[in-house]
């Protein structure tokens, strides 16, 4: 059975093209975080890096805007889920903080699945 907050909170995962250290502030501020630097996970190709998300029910945040609205495109037309896939224009890492936790207050995983969502 699954506990109601399973649907609350945002799982974050950060790909290798984000900054080390936001993953380390965002965890500061309380949040599931995991970043591709820390766990091994660079070098992998993007659709690697959403599957690693998806097998740990993460959303995932890339400034890799064109590949993951495209993986995003794909996963829809054969109806595959994930845990959502937030993309950004490249900003500073204090910018990409600011309005990661402003995503991070207002919207709960739920509302995130199988969704693209610019930041």
């Not at 740990?56 to 495109?73: C, G, P, Y």
């Not at 993309?87 to 991070?104: A, D, F, K, P, Q």
């Amino acid at each position: 059975m699954k506990d109601e907050n399973d649907y609350l909170f945002i799982r974050l995962y950060l790909d290798e093209d984000v900054y080390k250290k936001a993953a380390i502030e965002l965890r500061r501020k309380g949040f599931d975080v995991v970043s591709a630097h820390e766990i091994g996970n660079r070098g992998l190709s993007d659709q690697d890096q959403l599957e690693y998300a998806i097998s740990q029910k993460r959303t995932i945040f890339s400034f890799n805007v064109s590949d993951f609205t495209k993986l995003h495109r794909e996963y829809v037309l054969i109806s595959k889920e994930h845990y959502g896939i937030v993309v950004s224009r490249r900003l500073s890492i204090s910018e990409t903080l600011n309005r990661i936790l402003g995503l991070l207050d207002k919207v709960s995983s739920d509302d995130l699945k199988n969704m693209l969502l610019w930041l």
